[in-house]
């Protein structure tokens, strides 16, 4: 009778190691593009990379997202790389950087040209030569899913400044969702 109480202790304990596993994780296993340990060990390497974000990193409680776009931001003819670094939880994408050779020979490392680190829940877009930035806008009793506005930046390479440099910024309506109502 004895054993009958142990493989049922065994089983939840094992269960129990699963699922930290899978927090851990952010619930995957799945294991990191080429593309993501280079921008993962290029960023780590990098002295400007927030301490925060290396510590995401390293800690693995952060990840290169695998959505990687690769477009020619700079004008020279050459991809550069958009990475987010996001966190597989509700705060989402918090740094994006843009990786580029601009200004050096062709086999050159690739070094971070933009970097916006403190970010929450952020996304971004290419739009021809244009890094499009979205983060939201949460006002009291907005659900995650649904801010109440999405702020909007959108950057352009200076050729003359080596920098990318804010064109304009919008405050969009956000999402149509549903929202909390404060009790009372």
């Known amino acids: 009778m004895r054993r009958h109480r142990i493989v049922p202790a065994a089983l939840a304990a094992l269960a129990l190691t699963t ?18 340990q280079l921008f993962r060990t290029t960023l780590l390497e990098d002295a400007k990379t927030t301490s925060g974000v290396k510590a ?5 409680g952060g990840f290169v997202s ?10 020279d003819s ?15 994408a918090v740094a994006l950087y843009v990786f580029s050779t601009h200004g050096r020979a ?14 929450y829940r952020a996304s971004s877009e290419v739009i021809g030569d244009e890094l499009v930035l979205r983060t939201p806008r949460f006002v009291g009793g907005n659900d995650l899913c649904c801010p ?18 804010r064109r304009r910024s919008a ?5 149509t969702g549903t929202t909390t109502t404060p009790a009372g």
């Open 56 to 60: 995401l990193l390293r800690d693995r």
């Open 171 to 175: 405050e969009l309506p956000g999402p």
């Open 19 to 36: 699922a930290g596993v899978l927090v851990a994780t952010g619930g995957s296993q799945a294991k990191p593009s080429a593309s993501q």
């Open 106 to 119: 062709e086999d050159s490392s690739l070094r971070a040209v933009f970097r916006s680190q403190q970010l």
């Open 148 to 165: 109440s506005k999405v702020l909007q930046r959108v950057y352009a390479w200076s050729d003359s400044a080596k920098a990318f440099k």
């Open 78 to 92: 050459r991809s550069d790389a958009v990475v987010l670094v996001d966190t597989g939880g509700a705060a989402g």
């Open 66 to 75: 695998p959505e990687i776009e690769f477009a020619d931001l700079t004008g």
